[in-house]
């Protein structure tokens, strides 16, 4: 049973689009959602996070919107750029009982063209 | 600096032959956890660790061992490795993962041949 569905899996825009990518969870129980970034190479490293209290929240270039109601949230990467170009996961952890573990969706490699 | 490191980062072996990858935090994080990370299924959970001395089972715990004998340490054991498990395995660590971020490290690429 897949909790986190991430969609696309892949993504290509040109430098100073918008890519979007779009997140769907199933279980009610989970309260923060963060976006990591990974570079080939790398370890992931979070970009951005969210709790459901909130519907939107912006740091820098990047903006999570979350829709508690459809149990949906979505990363959107304004102006980017080629250093952008990276795997993005997705992820939703439930902040209670005796497991932290993030959740993680599948992943979208997004190319940033110049 | 503050990090999670690995070792090794690359591994091939072959099947039945037992290994160790090893992880080390130096931020006196209390929470640490192993994630394989395998295309198209993104990662997932192997093992973790609220704390010296206590561990428990994630979602894909068969055919792995851990143990955590001190804090800044949690090695991920492979007893009798087979094709299955090769993939890329993070280790991340948390000081409190009720509040606080998983910090991650590089990775270990295993080939289990």
Not at chain 1, 14 to 40: H, L, S, V
Not at chain 1, 41 to 61: F, M, Y
Not at chain 2, 49 to 67: A, F, W
Request: net charge positive; with cysteine.
């Amino acid at each position: 049973q897949q909790q986190v569905k991430q969609s696309p899996q892949s993504l290509i825009v040109q430098k100073g689009g918008i890519p979007i990518i779009n997140c769907a969870y199933e279980n009610t129980a989970f309260d923060y959602f963060p976006w990591y970034q990974q570079f080939p190479g790398k370890g992931p490293a979070l970009l951005i996070a969210i709790r459901p209290d909130v519907s939107e929240k912006k740091e820098g270039r990047f903006t999570i919107s979350f829709n508690k109601s459809a149990k949906q949230f979505s990363l959107h990467i304004m102006d980017s750029q080629p250093g952008d170009s990276a795997t993005y996961f997705c992820a939703a952890r439930v902040s209670g009982g005796s497991n932290y573990k993030l959740t993680f969706g599948k992943g979208t490699l997004l190319t940033v063209n110049p | 600096e503050a990090q999670v490191t690995q070792n090794p980062r690359y591994l091939i072996t072959v099947t039945g032959k037992k290994l160790t990858v090893t992880c080390s935090q130096n931020m006196n994080h209390e929470y640490m956890s192993w994630y394989r990370q395998d295309p198209g299924l993104g990662l997932r959970q192997i093992y973790y660790s609220m704390n010296v001395e206590v561990t428990d089972k994630g979602d894909v715990p068969e055919g792995y061992k851990v143990s955590r004998k001190e804090k800044r340490n949690f090695p991920l054991i492979l007893e009798s490795p087979s094709p299955n498990q090769t993939s890329l395995y993070f280790c991340a660590s948390s000081l409190n993962p009720r509040t606080d971020t998983q910090y991650f490290g590089p990775g270990t690429r295993l080939t289990v041949l």
